[in-house]
């Protein structure tokens, strides 16, 4: 404890328990008091202190911490900011102001209080600690290293330092030295909570979710009250789509650190992906009460915005977070781009992904994004930029590997460059499939299971004696991924009557209250199925109300036709269809936002697709053919007006030519295909699988493909118009959907 005026005459405080006080007693008893656990006496005598002098540093550092214990930052900080002001203020109150500022998200002025406290004083090691920890989430990584390495030289066994360390090596791509320093933090004390969460998200980012799950919990066994385990594990679960589970993690965090800001940031995002969006908006809002100026949180709020479909806010949101100094930086600058791109505007994306790269040159998702938005040339030097950080020593993590191997994967099917496509689709689709388990037997065991729930007799009962409001008809397109389903939205939304909803994620969530689907406890009665469909008309009715239609675009939706036409009717279902093969390639050249657990082994992908057809032959003798309607994109391609026209009157509109040129359609589309659907249609698509045969035999022989002409080998053949011939699955070949939305009913989705 230091006196900050050593030379001024020191009053007694009135008498207390009988004696008086001078100030240094009372301010040693008060911290005596603090440190035995004593608040309210700690605070009585500062109080009194502070009574009598108004400016007394010491005391005023006190209540500051005092007010930390109790979560109180901005009063805490209220105090350090007064005890800074004093001449000649101690250097440690300057570094746990900058500390607590650091917490508050202030970290420019954060940054401002350590540099002062460092050049009052080189030889506190907490001072050169709190200093690293604010530049390492500023984004000054080298900076912080470096008076993390100066801090560990003062104290080469104190493990608090080695898991700070650890933390910016992760950050800067350094996984093996992060590693490390946290397993030297637990060799120094094996009871430390901190370098468990720590070694809990590092291996959750390398995929290993049963032991990242088990290192978090350790973290909590020792301190119940550590927010950031709660936060990796919720995070743990959001990586492979659990959000119900990440949301209970969340809410338990919540439970005794309500006014956490980054717990509550999280929540919000968990809240969006349940597509519980208004919720989601106020509990951003929320954080940002308690943390104006956190890039974390207002980065949050451009997602929330985003998915609200209020695109201006959004972007107005993602460039103020990309302002602020910081690792959320490179992630607002993301974001803004990838915003523009689903918004069309490609000039601002593409001058948006320039300054992302120019700030961020090794930026993986960066690169990954970016490469949806252009086609590749053979000159292009941006190949060769991705194969040299892809081959970097010190790569930051598995999944930035990864979305490298697909981005080359595109720019080398870009320039026809089949072998080294493959080369790295192969090893982008490894990575990816050995994140999960999945069992094709399963799948089509579960598929089969539907088909027989949802036959004919049931969803006749379903809708006897039911009214139905006539008004009560949305669009279904449902199909495989990258089957043109966003094609098909982009055409029918270009229609003065029809909004593009999306991908909408109502009916998943449906599924997903029914414990053990397909079954359905109680069964779905005509009573009972009224109602879910009035539940979900309700829903979408909010989304535009400007117009009579409302698309929802979600393309595993193929798995629930016969309950989507059990609760409602009078909905008009579109199965987009596409080239077997195309399809299937299309899908093995993406890494997708959400799970598609097929999607990632040329052989699982066929016998998926497979079970898939088997399932859509059963949704075409059970749905009435005013209902249900097949397209084939191929047509689409062949004579856009034609089949336009054929869907216009099967949802009983009348022609616009605007459907025609859909490409010039001004709207929002968060799907891979958003760059595609705004370019006129173009056949090279079509067939193109041939060029790549070679690198397709397991899907071929997966998908029991025979054709009597020969396959091409060159890539320099032009792709032609073809038809291919299947064999049903047999059913111990059928495949298991792969995205949260189709899973063995012994799993329930959380998607």
């Known amino acids: 404890m230091q006196n900050t005026d050593p030379n001024a005459t020191q009053p007694n405080l009135s008498p207390m328990q009988g004696a008086a006080l001078s100030i240094p007693e009372a301010l040693g008893q008060a911290y005596a008091h603090w440190n035995a656990g004593q608040a309210d006496q700690a605070e009585l005598l500062c109080q009194r202190i502070l009574a009598i002098w108004p400016g007394q540093a010491d005391a005023l550092h006190l209540m500051g911490l005092m007010a930390h214990a109790f979560n109180n930052i901005d009063l805490a900080i209220d105090y350090l900011r007064k005890a800074a002001l004093v001449p000649r203020v101690p250097p440690l109150f300057l570094s746990n102001l900058a500390e607590m500022l650091r917490q508050k998200g202030n970290l420019t002025e954060a940054e401002d209080y350590a540099r002062r406290a460092l050049s009052a004083d080189k030889t506190l090691p907490a001072i050169w600690n709190n200093l690293g920890i604010i530049l390492q989430e500023s984004g000054k990584l080298e900076e912080a290293r470096f008076c993390l390495e100066k801090m560990l030289s003062m104290e080469p066994n104190n493990p608090q330092v080695h898991n700070n360390l650890a933390n910016t090596y992760k950050r800067l791509g350094k996984q093996v030295l992060a590693k490390e320093h946290w397993l030297k933090a637990l060799a120094l004390n094996p009871?430390?909570?901190?370098?468990?969460?720590?070694?809990?998200?590092?291996?959750g980012q390398m995929s290993q979710h049963d032991e990242a799950i088990a290192y978090g919990r350790k973290a909590i066994e020792l301190n119940p009250h550590l927010a950031d385990a709660y936060i990796n594990l919720a995070a743990i679960e959001t990586s492979r789509n659990r959000h119900n589970d990440a949301l209970r993690w969340l809410d338990a965090l919540l439970s005794f650190a309500p006014d956490n800001t980054i717990g509550l940031a999280s929540k919000s995002l968990t809240l969006m992906h349940l597509d519980r969006l208004d919720e989601a908006l106020e509990t951003v809002n929320r954080a940002l009460e308690f943390a104006p100026q956190n890039p974390e949180v207002i980065n949050t709020k451009g997602f929330v915005l985003q998915a609200l479909g209020k695109t201006s806010e959004a972007i107005d949101a993602f460039k103020k977070a990309a302002s602020i100094p910081g690792l959320v930086n490179e992630k607002a600058l993301t974001n803004l781009a990838i915003l523009h791109m689903q918004e069309g505007d490609n000039?601002?994306?593409?001058?948006?992904?320039?300054?992302?790269?120019?700030?961020?040159?090794?930026?993986?998702?960066?690169?990954?994004?970016?490469?949806?938005?252009?086609?590749?040339?053979?000159?292009?030097?941006?190949?060769g930029q991705m194969e040299e950080i892809l081959q970097s020593i010190e790569f930051p993590t598995d999944s930035d590997k990864m979305m490298l191997h697909f981005a080359l994967g595109k720019a080398y099917l870009d320039i026809g460059n089949s072998a080294k496509a493959f080369e790295h689709l192969n090893l982008g689709n490894q990575m990816k499939r050995v994140t999960f388990p999945f069992s094709v037997q399963d799948s089509a065991q579960w598929l089969k299971g539907i088909e027989s729930t949802f036959n004919k007799d049931y969803i006749t009962n379903a809708l006897s004696q039911s009214p139905r409001e006539t008004k009560d008809a949305p669009i279904f397109i449902v199909g495989m991924p990258r089957s043109g389903t966003s094609l098909i939205e982009q055409i029918l939304a270009s229609h003065s009557k029809i909004y593009g909803a999306g991908e909408l994620?109502?009916?998943?969530?449906?599924?997903?209250?029914?414990?053990?689907?397909?079954?359905?406890?109680?069964?779905?009665d005509a009573n009972r199925s009224?109602?879910?469909?009035?539940?979900?008309?309700?829903?979408?009715?909010?989304?535009?109300?400007?117009?009579?239609?409302v698309v929802d675009k979600m393309p595993a939706n193929f798995l629930h036709v016969g309950l989507m036409h059990a609760i409602l009717p009078n909905a008009k279902i579109i199965h987009c269809k596409r080239n077997a093969i195309d399809t299937c390639l299309s899908i093995y050249s993406k890494l997708f936002n959400d799970e598609q657990l097929f999607a990632y082994d040329l052989k699982e992908l066929g016998e998926f697709y497979l079970a898939y057809e088997s399932m859509m032959d059963h949704w075409k003798k059970v749905i009435p053919a005013e209902n249900f309607i097949e397209i084939e994109y191929e047509d689409v391609v062949e004579n856009i007006e034609e089949q336009a026209r054929k869907m216009l009157d099967f949802v009983g509109l009348e022609w616009e030519a605007a459907c025609v040129d859909f490409h010039?359609?001004?709207?929002?589309?968060?799907?891979?295909?958003?760059?595609?659907?705004?370019?006129?249609?173009?056949?090279?698509?079509?067939g193109r699988w041939r060029k790549h045969a070679e690198q397709l035999q397991n899907l071929l022989l997966a998908l029991n493909y025979s054709d009597k002409d020969p396959i091409e080998s060159s890539s320099n053949a032009a792709p032609e118009m073809v038809q291919i011939e299947t064999k049903k699955p047999a059913a111990k070949t059928a495949a298991k959907p792969a995205s949260k939305t189709a899973k063995p009913k012994a799993k329930k989705s959380t998607s």
Do not use: C
Not at 193 to 202: A, E, G, I, Q, R
Not at 348 to 376: G, N
Not at 507 to 524: E, G, H, K, R
């Open 191 to 203: 009871q430390y909570p901190d370098p468990y969460s720590n070694l809990s998200y590092l291996l």
């Open 347 to 383: 000039q601002k994306a593409q001058a948006a992904f320039e300054e992302l790269i120019k700030a961020y040159p090794t930026s993986a998702q960066a690169w990954f994004q970016r490469s949806d938005l252009m086609t590749f040339t053979a000159d292009d030097p941006s190949i």
């Open 505 to 524: 994620k109502y009916i998943q969530s449906m599924v997903n209250d029914f414990a053990s689907y397909p079954t359905i406890n109680p069964p779905l």
């Open 530 to 549: 009224a109602q879910l469909g009035k539940q979900y008309i309700e829903k979408i009715s909010a989304l535009s109300p400007d117009h009579d239609i």
């Open 664 to 686: 010039k359609t001004k709207r929002t589309v968060k799907t891979a295909s958003a760059n595609q659907v705004r370019q006129p249609l173009y056949k090279s698509s079509s």
